[in-house]
């Protein structure tokens, strides 16, 4: 069983920067492929970004392409999300997500452990 906890998020002017963080715990963390989903209010859980267990592989959603920057450090079983030039449309809760598996997901079923999520509220 993989618990994760994520931090990082906060309100920020538009075309300011954030990194979220998430550390995972209970479970052998480079055996499982990490992602970030996001979830804005009355909308679906959606795709922002994924690494591959061993941190060569990555996946962005085309809205975040250039702008986020998903890494990992299987030393210390964290993942982290950079994202820079944030904008209002990013405004969301974003949930840390754990796969054991090779391939990267994109879709919220995919993963099996999740995180209780963080909001990160962008200002006009």
């Known amino acids: 069983q993989v618990q994760l906890v994520e931090s990082g998020g906060g309100l920020v002017q538009a075309g300011g920067s954030l990194r979220l963080s998430c550390a995972a715990s209970?479970?052998?963390?480079?055996?499982?492929?990490m992602g970030w989903f996001r979830q804005a209010p009355g909308e679906e859980r959606v795709f922002v970004t994924a690494?591959?267990?061993?941190?060569?592989?990555?996946e962005y959603a085309d809205s975040v392409k250039g702008r986020f920057t998903i890494s990992r450090d299987n030393a210390k079983n964290m993942v982290y999300v950079q994202m820079n030039s944030l904008e209002p449309e990013d405004t969301a809760v974003y949930y840390c997500?754990?796969?054991?598996?090779?391939?990267?997901?994109?879709?919220?079923?995919?993963?099996?452990?999740w995180g209780q999520g963080t909001q990160v509220t962008v200002s006009s």
């Open positions: 209970g479970g052998t963390f480079s055996h499982h492929v």
């Open positions: 997500a754990a796969r054991r598996d090779f391939a990267l997901g994109v879709w919220p079923s995919e993963y099996a452990y």
């Open positions: 690494i591959s267990r061993d941190g060569r592989l990555t």
